[in-house]
Structures are given as structure tokens and as C-alpha cells.
Nanobody
Framework: QVPFVESGGGLVQPGGSLRLSCAAS???????????MAWFRQAPGKEREFVGS????????YYSEAAKGRFILSRDNVKNEVYLQMNNLQPEDTAVYYC???????????????????WGQGTQVTVSS
């Protein structure tokens, strides 16, 4: 079973917005509320890159330079979901976006993908006119 299910991706024009959702499922639900969560993205032909992360309590967030000021992470520990609000999207934001759960001991500001496990299957975001 896929530990997380992302949704909300799609095609948007430059300057537009999208809100991605990531829902925990199966065994990942058990530790969701005590784990840091992160979003990563991978564009065609490029390495997977960190987008942002959020502490288990939701009060602390950390963003890549590319995401800072445009993207906002939030979470709902009752629904076992994490969200990525993306504003002022640009063509360079085109990628498959993945959510992932931090391992025990992963800090909310960890940016390396090996600090996270239980990856979702990804959702495609395409920014184009």
C-alpha cells in the first residue's frame, strides 16, 4: 500500500496557483502526527530537490530558496494530511511533486531526501501558457 497519496496537481498558467494535498494511508497514519513532513519535486532530467518541510506540530516550516515567499506548507494532524499551497507558479516549477515523512529523529528543517521515507507516488504539476 502506498503510504501517502498526493493530489491537486495539474496544468496551470504562469502566475497561477495550486494547492497540493498529501494524505497518509496505511501504517503511515500511525506516526504521521509525530513526524516531520516534507515536499520534494523532480523535473524531467533533473535530480529530486527539496521544496519545503514542516514540523510535526505544524508551527515551524522551512523552505528552499525557490519556494520561499511563494509556497506555504501546512498540515492537519486530525485528517493526517499535509498541504502545499503554491502561488505565482512559474514554468520552472514544472515537476512531479512528492510528499515524504521524516524518519524518527529527522528535524523539520532537514532538506536531504535520505532523511525522509514513506514517499508518495507523486503528482504532476505543469506550468505553461
Amino acid at each position: 500500500q502506498v503510504p501517502f497519496v498526493e493530489s491537486g496537481g495539474g496544468l496551470v498558467q504562469p502566475g497561477g496557483s495550486l494547492r497540493l494535498s498529501c494524505a497518509a494511508s496505511g501504517s503511515s497514519v500511525r506516526t504521521f502526527s509525530v513526524s516531520a513532513m516534507a515536499w520534494f519535486r523532480q523535473a524531467p532530467g533533473k535530480e529530486r530537490e527539496f521544496v519545503g518541510s514542516i514540523a510535526f506540530h505544524g508551527a515551524s516550516t522551512y523552505y528552499s530558496e525557490a519556494a520561499k515567499g511563494r509556497f506555504i506548507l501546512s498540515r492537519d494532524n486530525v485528517k493526517n494530511e499535509v498541504y502545499l499551497q503554491m502561488n505565482n507558479l512559474q514554468p520552472e516549477d514544472t515537476a512531479v511533486y512528492y510528499c515524504a515523512k521524516g524518519h524518527m529523529g529527522t528535524s523539520w528543517s532537514d532538506t536531504m531526501d535520505d532523511r525522509y521515507g514513506d514517499w508518495g507516488q507523486g503528482t504532476q504539476v505543469t506550468v505553461s501558457s
